[in-house]
């Protein structure tokens, strides 16, 4: 019983399934998307307008290694 514990810990710390990091890059993604449609509408002075779906898909990208990284 002891043998197969320890195997399923170390199975379980080798990091996320890709399940688990699409499922975090969805959500993330869906909340992004409120906000880039706000900047999308009032940019910031000096600032390009950007298309909101391709605005909240970078900051998806930079935010869910961030997330997966302090885990």
């Keep these: 019983m002891n043998a197969r ?37 009032v940019p910031k002075a000096g600032q390009p307008r950007k298309f909101f779906v391709t605005d909240a898909w970078a900051r998806t990208r930079e935010v869910t290694p961030m997330i997966f990284s302090s885990l």
């Design 5 to 41: 514990s320890q195997h399923l810990s170390a199975a379980r710390s080798r990091g996320p399934s890709g399940l688990e990091y699409g499922v975090y890059f969805t959500l993330v993604f869906a909340i992004s998307l409120i906000p880039a449609a706000a900047r999308m509408v």
